[in-house]
């Protein structure tokens, strides 16, 4: 299983709406822990609505009121203070029991340092030059 290692919970500080069907994003950094949702479980959830879950993401949340939410893309999931193993990626329902996928720094290290490498933008070649994006 490709969870990640050792993790119960993590906190996140958000920005984005503070309720589902909200218009507007929160005036004030909020925060929220949420617990890590075994990556094959997290798979199996978003299969049954048609989703695939790539080795590209890991799962987090699944508590009802306890979610990211729109505007909150981008966001670090902190294991500690400091260390980001992942960004807010997407999910299907915010505050809902559907975990939210994150985009899994461990799986894209080599190329966002690659990436990094070249003045922007990038160039296909460039990018095709660092695997774009695949697990290496």
Excluded at 40 to 59: E, P
Aim: glycine share 14%.
């Amino acid at each position: 299983d490709r969870d990640v290692t050792g993790v119960q919970t993590c906190a996140l500080p958000i920005w984005g709406l503070t309720t589902p069907n909200g218009n507007a994003v929160s005036p004030t950094l909020q925060e929220v822990s949420l617990p890590v949702v075994p990556w094959r479980s997290c798979r199996r959830q978003f299969a049954n609505v048609d989703i695939d879950l790539t080795a590209r993401f890991f799962c987090g949340g699944g508590e009802r009121g306890h979610s990211t939410c729109n505007g909150d893309s981008g966001g670090p999931f902190y294991v500690n203070s400091n260390t980001v193993s992942g960004l807010t990626s997407w999910g299907v329902t915010c505050g809902s029991t559907w975990p939210t996928a994150f985009t899994d720094v461990g799986v894209l290290n080599g190329y966002i340092t690659c990436v990094m490498g070249f003045a922007a933008p990038l160039t296909p070649a460039q990018n095709q030059a660092c695997g774009a994006g695949e697990r290496k």
